[in-house]
Nanobody, 126 residues
Framework: VQLQASGGGLVQAGASLRLSCAAS????????MGWFRQAPGKEREFVAS????????YYADSVKGRFTISRDNAKNTLFLQMNSLKPEDTAVYYC????????????????????WGQGTEVTVSS
């Protein structure tokens, strides 16, 4: 599966952004999906995950209550709604696909994922 992330940009603290990840080349509903991010000078970290059918989601503590992961299997698209953005959310955001039927809470490890998008940059100014 090929993944194309989009929707990043420069916003002020407190603003919202919605990231999208368009999938192609394979049956999107066969994959659990995740969002990760990498801030300048830091390691890539888990943000959120969603099971293949969308029935379960899981979030990093740092984004819980502010970010929402969702998917539209009919449109082969993954989303990340980001509200109340903070400067510490500044990073390149990546979507990833995992060929598993695990619940979202078990999908935090980067090495689980088989396919990665190219990333979209989010910058939050204070």
């Amino acid at each position: 599966v090929q993944l194309q992330a989009s929707g990043g940009g420069l916003v002020q603290a407190g603003a919202s952004l919605r990231l999208s990840c368009a999938a192609s080349g394979s049956t999107f509903s066969n994959y659990a999906m995740g969002w990760f991010r990498q801030a300048p000078g830091k390691e890539r970290e888990f943000v959120a995950s969603i099971s293949w059918g969308g029935g379960s989601t899981y979030y990093a503590d740092s984004v819980k209550g502010r970010f929402t992961i969702s998917r539209d299997n009919a449109k082969n698209t993954l989303f990340l709604q980001m509200n109340s953005l903070k400067p510490e959310d500044t990073a390149v955001y990546y979507c990833a696909a995992d060929r598993s039927r695990l619940t979202a809470a078990l999908l935090q490890a980067m090495d689980r994922y088989d396919y990665w998008g190219q990333g979209t940059e989010v910058t939050v100014s204070s």
